[in-house]
């Protein structure tokens, strides 16, 4: 997620953006973003950018580069989308002939790109994935888009990430860009428009599940600080919807750590604090884990919590909402209130995703990003996957997840997370530990198992 004025709407959720050098051997620059630190945060609520937009050079590469290379050029690991199948153990999902087909994921980004079917299909030929068509919906007045207004071009970054990797995990599920014309940053600015959007498309029949990289911090909605959360609560109507509808909605856990950023976008709060709709108890919270992994996308260590120079995976305890009967078994964790993660996906800036870009001219060609805005449109792909496999939307999820979570791993599907914490610039966060914890959430998922364990199959 990432930062904004006190005032200002969401921002956009954790996708820090490391952008490859373009010349082997170059030093990176790190520059400063919504929702991270030294890189920026985009958290299309985080100040509307991705959660965890942060990019290392303003150039893209023309190709990418194997995982060992960038270690040996830039520094950080980089992952290829067939990396990611590999370890996440979807490959045998595929055999089965589940790939989302018949499923539909929406996923909501203020301004959109307006090179992002170009951008996919370069995407899905360099890792030979079937290419489809992204419906685009534009909702209220979506401006032309400036390659040269910082705000578009953090946004259409989140965008390429969102859809890239929802249907890189999902490729035959259908996807739905919903482009907003007002961007979220902190407070209520640009969320209505973004709850509205999704009432819409729920209420169409157009949603299975819904990807949310965008989230504000509970305390900066007016009247947090008097005990009134009526101004975020208001905002509840469509996931209230998608309760009803068995839709299933997703949200990044933010960038920061158990904190989040300061008004003045520079700052950390120097306390904990939780974001919406991450927090909320109709929404599962994806945080973010790093992974270790060698060129074929095999595990040489074991995931931890994501905690790098970039940014650390969102986790904590909300201010706002108590704790939801399904975390009953983890009180002793969440205390009375609703607890953040539920699940970890792929989201350090050392083991960053490759993505292709296009919509501003200057930079175009293949950046690495990461942040929990890459951990949840990869989640949401894992979900369309299930609803394929189970016939019907699987809605609600949390409760399904903290029950498979009292069951042996290789039942579940659910890998638990135990190395690593959220801590991050100098405000003190979560440790891993077994079992449900505040920085990984119930751990991370093999997903053949995983999907067939949600699927009852």
């Not at 950080?76 to 990611?84: A, E, M, N, T, V």
């Not at 599907?413 to 891993?432: C, E, F, K, L, R």
Request: aromatic residues 8%; glycine residues 12%.
């Amino acid at each position: 997620m990432g930062i904004s004025p006190a005032t200002a709407g969401p921002r956009r959720s954790a996708t820090l953006r490391a952008l490859a050098l373009l010349a082997v051997g170059a030093t990176a620059l790190a520059t400063g973003g919504a929702g991270t630190a030294k890189v920026a945060a985009a958290r299309p609520s985080v100040h509307v950018r991705p959660a965890s937009s942060g990019h290392i050079t303003a150039a893209g590469r023309a190709t990418p580069l194997p995982t060992s290379q960038c270690v040996t050029d830039i520094g950080i690991r980089c992952y290829s989308p067939l990396q990611y199948r590999s370890a996440y153990n979807l490959d045998p999902l595929y055999q089965e002939g589940i790939t989302g087909k018949g499923r539909t994921i929406v996923i909501v980004d203020s301004f959109g790109s307006p090179t992002i079917q170009h951008d996919l299909e370069v995407f899905d030929k360099q890792w030979g994935i079937p290419d489809t068509q992204v419906e685009v919906v534009k909702w209220g007045d979506v401006p032309v888009f400036d390659p040269a207004n910082p705000e578009h071009t953090g946004w259409a970054g989140e965008t390429t990430l969102d859809v890239e990797y929802a249907h890189a995990i999902a490729p035959d599920a259908h996807i739905v860009l919903v482009e907003t014309g007002v961007a979220e940053t902190e407070g209520v600015t640009g969320l209505p428009e973004m709850m509205d959007a999704e009432r819409a498309m729920i209420k169409a029949g157009r949603a299975d599940v819904i990807s949310q990289s965008f989230g504000a911090t509970e305390n900066t909605f007016p009247g947090f600080d008097k005990g009134d959360f009526k101004s975020l609560t208001d905002l509840r109507y469509a996931f209230k919807l998608a309760a009803e509808r068995d839709v299933t909605v997703l949200a990044a856990s933010g960038d920061a750590g158990a904190t989040d950023y300061q008004t003045n976008g520079q700052d950390l709060y120097p306390y904990r604090v939780n974001s919406w709709p991450s927090s909320d108890p109709l929404v599962t919270s994806v945080g973010g884990t790093q992974l270790t992994l060698d060129d074929a996308g095999k595990r040489t260590a074991p995931d931890k919590v994501w905690h790098d120079d970039y940014g650390a995976a969102g986790g904590g305890v909300s201010g706002v909402f108590d704790r939801p009967w399904y975390q009953s078994a983890v009180a002793a964790t969440t205390g009375n209130h609703r607890g953040t993660p539920d699940i970890s996906m792929s989201a350090a800036v050392d083991g960053a995703a490759w993505t292709y870009e296009s919509y501003d001219p200057a930079r175009a060609g293949w950046h690495l990003t990461g942040g929990t805005s890459e951990a949840t449109p990869i989640f949401s792909g894992v979900v369309a996957l299930a609803d394929q496999l189970a016939g019907h939307r699987l809605g609600q999820l949390n409760w399904r997840m903290y029950g498979l979570g009292l069951l042996p791993s290789r039942w579940s599907g659910i890998t638990d997370v135990t190395a690593g914490d959220n801590t991050w610039n100098q405000v003190t966060g979560y440790q891993a530990a077994k079992g449900y914890d505040l920085a990984s959430g119930l751990g991370t998922i093999d997903g053949t198992r995983f999907v067939h364990a949600l699927a009852g199959r």
